[in-house]
């Protein structure tokens, strides 16, 4: 099976608080191929803290559900892309619903891609790829 | 001078008629020549006696001298006109004695005179004719100093005619009667224009055959006068014999006038200003029934602030005794002290009409009137104010009405937000557990797949048992597990909805509350908790509120157990629950030294299933604080996280205070 991302190297990180979302997101992935290294995180600080720390300058994707605890999915995307650090990391949000409002407000912030869950674990892989097509252009000269 | 003397005497001067014109060639100063008949007697007379001849002093005698103030040898020869006032006064009185002496009539009569030093005197002049019915031949001058007698009299006239002047022009209408058979005798024209009849009527009447004295009660004071001697007084409708009516003030004063007993009556038409009496006392009963009539308080501030007036409705309103108001400054009912200043500035200083606004009052009792005040000034003729009038309506019943209205809108709109909330819990996280339930369960099908595709072409038992392993031991327990759990979370999430369903729908029971009581309760519950993390609970004294009695229960254990929840590890946890009763409400503030909630999560606390840390050491179902504030609200109070700057947390509960009659 061919790896949906051109690079291995890439990391993938899954911002979930519910243990059978990231189960399943991390499910669908392997199964379509994916052998970057996945990290998986429980609520929004766990994010910013990991790029603040030992994520910094790393090469990588991140999965962000919104609903979370303490910092919610739409402040972490806020905050990164606020930063010149980790402006450019490409970030599909994970969400149970498809409001309007809710989805207007991700890619506002700055979202690549906003995916309904339950509908779209199928289509991670997919999703993945066609922003790994990206990642050349988006994942150099970080400081 | 008697008879027999002044007879010898106009003898000898008509005998001796050639002495005449010796007496006309005698030039004044020369020495006196005694004429014939001119005896000692004469000479000494009580009596002024001047022989003149010609209008020229022949002689006169001591006496007279005396009263003319001069020496009487000196006189001989002098003008008789040296003793009149002036030429004119002279040639008068000797035409008029003249002409009665030559009529053959004697001349008698009170002439003013005066004297070489320029003082007068009043004298009785008698001339009689030496020779009778000859004046020319010489007179007699008899004189008398009547001075005093003169004058008095002349005072005399002065004083009747003034009291003429008086009782004819007084407005005052003076009567007199008889005592004796009760007739009229004088009367003046005041009293004719009272009475309305002419003078000769009314001087007809008798005051004790008047039915009009009978009626109103005057003959009966005029007999009291006579008896008692006192003067008396009354006030009242008269009617006249004209049928004129009119209100007087009579006075009745007996008196004695030369033995006679007579009763003044003296009257004054009081009509008009009667009726102006009357009208103002008309005027001002209607503004006494009217102000106490009004549903509306009123008062009167003077300039300097202070209650001049106020009526027994604005007493009633503010629950003071109308004596305590009286006098009081205005600011000490005022609420607000920084909106009295203002007041002051803006009203007392200036002329207002119909100014209104509301203002918050503090009733004798210390709780809230909630008022509409409209001012107006009172002012003098010149416009200048002097007082200000203050209109106060009591606006609570429809500024509760307005708070229920409110109430009620907010309530709805809190039932909105419920309800959107509601939505979005269904669609996040009823979704959130769906999804795993979905996810799970297309797992397990692809592991049933996976089996039934080995079942067909494992080798062996062998193999199929090494491939199905996985899928039998790991994968599907894990599958049916989160499945399971799902379910159990959407469960939970659906008994959570229908608790705050249940506590908004439950019907409320509002009764005074005993809170000291019911924190010790809720505290007693929570001991042991208390006990075993080191704590300790300390209560204020709490003033009592009206609310349900289970919801404040709920409110307070939820509050109470919170604080023990989520207490510091790091220090003995502290609770500290105090109390404050505000204008309308009571307020109930529960501390704690726990771990807190950081500023930015302050507003997310009371949102439905929102935990800060479900990963946390405490157990929750993220419904304690919506319901605790959904409880507050329905209560007709709220409830809010302060910021304050110690450690954990303050939340101070605010609920309905008793109404002010209810409380002792």
């Known amino acids: ?11 993938v990180l899954i911002a979930e608080d519910d243990e059978g979302h990231a189960v399943l997101i991390r499910e669908h992935l392997e199964d379509a191929g994916l052998a970057n290294p996945i990290l998986r995180f429980r609520d929004g600080q766990e994010v910013l803290d990991w790029f603040q720390g030992p994520g910094r300058g790393e090469r990588c994707i991140l999965l962000l559900d919104i609903n979370m605890p303490r910092v919610g999915g739409v402040d972490v995307l806020r905050r990164l892309k606020a930063d010149p650090g980790t402006r450019r990391v490409p970030v599909i949000m994970l969400t149970t619903t498809d409001d309007p409002a809710e989805v207007a407000v991700c890619y506002d912030a700055g979202c690549n891609l906003y995916l309904t869950k339950p509908r779209s674990f199928e289509a991670f892989s997919e ?6 097509r990206f990642l050349p252009e988006i994942q150099v000269a970080q400081p | 001078m008697d008879g027999a003397s002044l007879l010898a005497l106009l003898g000898a001067l008509a005998a001796g008629g050639a002495c005449g014109a010796a007496l006309a060639r005698r030039r004044p100063g020369a020495a006196p020549q005694v004429p014939q008949g001119w005896s000692q007697e004469l000479q000494e007379a009580p009596l002024g006696v001047f022989l003149v001849k010609d209008a020229v002093l022949v002689r006169i005698n001591a006496q007279a001298g005396r009263i003319a103030g001069v020496d009487p040898d000196m006189m001989a020869g002098a003008h008789s006109r040296t003793f009149f006032l002036d030429d004119a006064a002279f040639e008068d009185f000797a035409a008029r004695a003249g002409a009665m002496l030559r009529g053959g009539h004697p001349f008698r009569e009170d002439i003013r005179l005066r004297r070489v030093d320029g003082s007068t005197f009043w004298a009785h002049v008698t001339c009689a004719p030496v020779v009778q019915d000859s004046p020319e031949k010489g007179q007699l001058w008899y004189m008398e100093d009547v001075t005093a007698r003169v004058e008095a009299q002349l005072d005399l006239a002065e004083v009747l005619s003034l009291n003429q002047t008086l009782i004819s022009s007084s407005p005052i209408g003076i009567l007199l009667f008889s005592a004796a058979d009760g007739a009229c005798v004088l009367v003046n024209p005041a009293a004719c224009r009272m009475v309305n009849a002419p003078e000769e009527t009314i001087l007809r009447q008798n005051f004790r055959r008047l039915p009009s004295w009978k009626e109103a009660g005057l003959l009966e004071l005029a007999d009291k006068a006579l008896k008692t001697g006192e003067e008396q007084r009354t006030e009242g409708f008269f009617k006249t014999l004209s049928g004129r009516s009119f209100w007087g003030a009579a006075q009745l004063i007996p008196f004695v006038s030369r033995g ?4 003044l009556c003296l009257v004054e038409d009081a009509t008009e200003r009667h009726a102006a009496g009357e009208a103002l006392r008309a005027s001002e009963e209607k503004h006494r029934v009217v102000v106490e009539a009004l549903t509306e308080g009123l008062a009167l501030v003077d300039l300097t602030g202070r209650f001049t007036f106020v009526n027994s409705r604005l007493a009633e309103m503010t629950g003071y005794a109308m004596a305590d108001l009286a006098g009081r400054h205005y600011g000490e009912f005022i609420l607000d002290a920084d909106r009295t200043f203002l007041l002051e500035k803006a009203y007392l200083q200036r002329r207002v009409e119909g100014d209104s606004f509301e203002l918050g009052l503090r009733r004798a009792d210390g709780s809230l009137l909630e008022t509409r005040v409209s001012l107006a000034s009172v002012v003098d003729p010149q416009g200048i104010p002097t007082a200000l009038a203050v209109l106060v309506t009591d606006i609570s019943v429809g500024k509760r009405a307005q708070r229920d209205r ?11 937000r419920e309800l959107e909330t509601l939505l979005y819990v269904a669609s996040h996280d009823l979704r959130s557990p769906l999804v795993n339930i979905q996810g799970f369960s297309q797992r397990l099908a692809r592991s049933l797949d996976a089996l039934t595709r080995l079942q067909a072409e494992a080798a062996d038992l062998e193999a199929f048992r090494a491939e199905a392993a996985p899928h039998l031991q790991e994968r599907m327990p894990g599958s049916l597990e989160f499945i399971r759990a799902s379910g159990a979370k959407m469960d939970a999430i659906i008994n959570g909805l229908l608790t705050l369903s249940r506590a908004g729908r439950m019907v409320l029971r509002a009764e005074p509350l005993d ?24 209560t204020g004294d709490l003033p009592p509120c009206v609310a349900d009695p289970v919801q404040v229960a709920q409110i307070l254990s939820n509050l109470l157990d919170n604080a023990v929840k989520y207490r510091d590890g790091e220090r003995p946890l502290r609770i500290t629950v105090t109390g404050e009763v505000l204008p309308d409400a009571c307020a109930y503030v529960v501390e704690d030294n726990g771990i807190g909630i950081p500023p930015e999560h302050r507003e997310r606390v009371w949102e439905i299933f929102q935990r800060l840390d479900p990963q946390g050491p405490v157990a929750g179902d993220g419904l304690g604080l919506t319901l605790v504030r959904r409880m507050a609200e329905r209560n007709g109070g709220r409830i809010l996280l302060e910021t304050w700057q110690g450690p954990g947390c303050r939340f101070r509960l605010e609920l309905p205070r008793p109404a002010a009659e209810a409380r002792p």
């Not at chain 1, 999703?127 to 790994?132: D, N, Q, V």
């Not at chain 2, 505290?523 to 080191?534: E, K, P, T």
């Open chain 1, 1 to 11: 099976v061919k790896s949906p991302l051109p690079f291995d190297t890439v990391t």
């Open chain 1, 127 to 132: 999703a993945l790829l066609r922003l790994g």
């Open chain 2, 260 to 263: 006679e007993r007579l009763l």
């Open chain 2, 406 to 416: 409110e109430r009620l809108v907010a309530e709805m709109e809190q039932k909105n």
């Open chain 2, 515 to 538: 809170m000291n009581a019911l924190v010790r309760n809720c505290a007693a519950s929570l001991a042991f908790q208390i006990q075993s993390a080191n704590g300790s609970l300390e």
